[in-house]
T-cell receptor
């Protein structure tokens, strides 16, 4: 049972274009939605995150759009660059007891930005 | 230089052998996690620990064991009971009451 569904599985974009990756979740108890960026052979790094009381968050060229009623959120990369080529994971977090938060990850999107 | 270190970067296991993956953090984080990453499968939680001497099973704990004797260390043992151990293993940590997890560089385990 996959609680966070991510699409597309892979994406090819031209330099300067907009990359859009979508995620949908089922558990309405999720209250924190991060995006991670992973380069080959490296660990994921936090890119940007949002909480459900905000519909949009922007950091530089990266924007998260959040639709609570549809239980969907997406990552937009403006002016995509070849250096953005990586695998992107969406995730959702819920308090699993005490001070512990459990992350559930989507399956990832391999982004390739052509020069 | 603060962060999470994992060693070794590559590890080879023979059939029927137990192997231990190291994870150390100097971020003074309370919680630590182990994930397994397979191509096209995202990250799946193996075990996590909120405090020293305490840990809980994640979604795919069978064939794995952990210990948390020190705050900064959370080693993962892949036992011979894990029939398909070839994967990329990631360790992460987070601060008390914080959702954000920080990841180490990973260990790739291969079966000979």
């Amino acid at each position: 049972q996959q609680q966070v569904k991510q699409s597309p599985q892979s994406l090819i974009v031209q330099k300067g274009g907009i990359s859009i990756i979508n995620c949908a979740y089922e558990n309405t108890a999720f209250d924190y939605f991060p995006w991670y960026q992973q380069f080959p052979g490296k660990g994921p790094a936090l890119l940007i995150a949002i909480r459900p009381d905000v519909s949009e968050k922007k950091e530089g060229r990266f924007t998260i759009s959040f639709n609570k009623s549809a239980k969907q959120f997406s990552l937009h990369i403006m002016d995509s660059q070849p250096g953005d080529s990586a695998t992107y994971f969406c995730a959702a977090s819920v308090n699993s007891g005490g001070s512990n938060y459990k992350l559930t990850f989507g399956k990832g999107t391999l982004l390739t930005v052509n020069p | 230089d603060g962060g999470i270190t994992q060693s070794p970067k590559y590890l080879f296991r023979k059939e029927g052998q137990n192997v231990t993956l190291s994870c150390e953090q100097n971020l003074n984080h309370d919680a630590m996690y182990w994930y397994r990453q397979d191509p096209g499968q995202g990250l799946r939680l193996i075990y996590y620990s909120q405090i020293v001497n305490d840990f809980q099973k994640g979604d795919i704990a069978e064939g794995y064991s952990v210990s948390r004797e020190k705050k900064e260390s959370f080693p993962l043992t892949v036992t011979s009971a894990q029939k398909n151990p070839t994967a990329f293993y990631l360790c992460a940590s987070s601060n008390f009451g914080q959702e954000t997890q920080y990841f180490g560089p990973g260990t790739r385990l291969l079966v000979l």
